[in-house]
């Protein structure tokens, strides 16, 4: 098995998606002796934001792209590779202002790439990464799986949606929340590791 590991907080090791991220990652290792490990920091391997010559690359066949045109869309492909190449998928997913960083935002956006990784079809969008077990790892300083909060959460819906568009539709969320929350912050972690036990009962 070949396990592709996205990190996405600039906070490094103090940061709870990426303790949360490294703890599933350890125990899709040891249920899978052998397995490979590729990580993504995308903090260090930043994705730059769209652009116009990067539209017009995505958006002309290869063989006639200009050289500009082909770096604009190697950062597009490289990260497409890497998906493609990896049986597990782990992403690291902070919430900042309700929503992902900017820099996750930016990787997704190399990777949802129209005749590529999707297609159009008569009857709406058809994914074309398939066979693909992703694991989330959703960190917050409220908690919005439930209560008032839950309307707020624009991070694990909307990446189930992106990904799933894309045809990854085998997503586990395991979330570590209410880190900032007196009271709830000191087992917030444990409570999220503990959970994943339960997280990781389906086969990969």
């Known amino acids: 098995m070949h396990i592709l590991h996205i990190i996405s907080s600039p906070r490094g090791n103090a940061a709870f998606s990426i303790q949360l991220g490294n703890a599933l990652v ?4 040891s249920a899978n ?4 490990v590729q990580v993504y920091d995308l903090t260090n391997k930043s994705f ?27 950062h597009s492909d490289e990260a497409i590779a890497a998906i493609q190449a990896a049986d597990t998928i782990v992403i690291g997913a902070p919430m900042y202002n309700f929503g992902i960083s900017s820099t996750l935002k930016a990787w997704l956006d190399h990777i949802v790439r129209a005749r ?14 398939q066979g693909k077990k992703v694991y989330l790892a ?4 409220g908690i919005y799986s439930e209560g008032p909060m839950m309307s707020h959460d624009f991070v ?5 949606a992106v990904l799933g568009t894309l045809g990854m539709t085998d997503l586990t969320v395991v979330r570590v929340e209410g880190t ?8 917030a972690l444990e409570k999220a590791l503990a959970s994943i036990d339960v997280a990781t009962t389906v086969e990969v």
């Open 180 to 187: 900032a929350i007196p009271g709830v912050q000191d087992t």
């Open 48 to 74: 730059p934001h769209m652009e116009e010559v990067y539209l017009q690359a995505i958006n002309t066949p290869a063989e006639e792209h200009t050289p500009d045109q082909q770096a604009a869309v190697r």
């Open 138 to 141: 959703a960190s917050s300083g």
């Open 116 to 129: 590529v990784t999707f297609r159009y079809t008569e009857h709406g969008p058809e994914g074309l990464v």
């Open 26 to 29: 350890d125990k899709i290792l």
């Open 156 to 160: 694990v819906p909307y990446l189930r």
């Open 33 to 36: 002796p052998g397995s490979t």
